[in-house]
């Protein structure tokens, strides 16, 4: 079983707060200068907007905690709209490979693999509630990333051996990014339930006929239990 899996996993950036950063050198009035700003405006938008939203975060709040300039950030960006886009662009670029790449599950193992995950509201999800113009960047990319995930889904599924291989993709998608949405808003842990259903989704697309898979350390092989009210 995968451990502490993120379905919107930040990968290969800094995370930490632009302090941690010791080895850049200080510029005037005990602001960071040039080398790794760009990385340290990306590693303040990833903390701020995940802890208090993109809307709610100012320019003058991400510059404090990356410890630059304006002019520094706008040496870097266009403005709020581009660094939300490319804080997005950020999380998860290659779709999850610790899950959809593994060579050592069946493909059946690696769609119910998807939600062996412990995360919070997803990121993408996160940035379409807040930003409502279709047309902003942060929104094409959310848009974007939502339409490869169920793709690579359904493509996992196509290898498993299921009919309607789209059709699956789309089904665990929507399990996947409810039980996202389902978790923050009751603040309990729902995506044991959501791997339930999974499981007799995928083994009801799979033909009878298709040869058997092994049984995930969940115990599920084709008739699994689905708990009823369990978040």
Sequence with gaps: MLHERKLCTPIGTQLGYAGCMTELEKGPRGLRRGRGARERILGASQQLFRDQGINTTGLHQLCAVAQVSKRTFYQHFAGKDELIAEHLRRFDPDLLPEVFDRTDL??????????????????????????????????????????????????????????????????????????????????????????????????????????????????????????????
């Design 106 to 231: 069946t493909p059946r193992e690696r769609l119910l693999a998807a939600f062996d995950i412990n995360a919070p509201l997803c990121p993408f999800i996160a940035a379409a509630v807040e930003i409502h113009d279709p047309g902003h960047p942060a929104r094409l990319q959310a848009r974007d990333y939502k339409k490869a995930f169920a793709g690579r889904l359904s493509e996992t599924a196509r290898e498993a051996g299921a009919t309607n291989p789209e059709q699956l993709g789309e089904q665990l998608a929507l399990l996947l990014d409810g039980a996202s949405a389902r978790t923050r808003v009751l603040n309990t842990e729902s995506f044991p339930t959501a791997a339930a259903i999974a499981a007799v989704l995928i083994d009801n697309a799979i033909p009878a006929s298709s040869p058997r898979q092994p049984s995930d350390d969940r115990g599920t092989t084709g008739s699994a239990s689905v708990p009823v009210g369990g978040q």
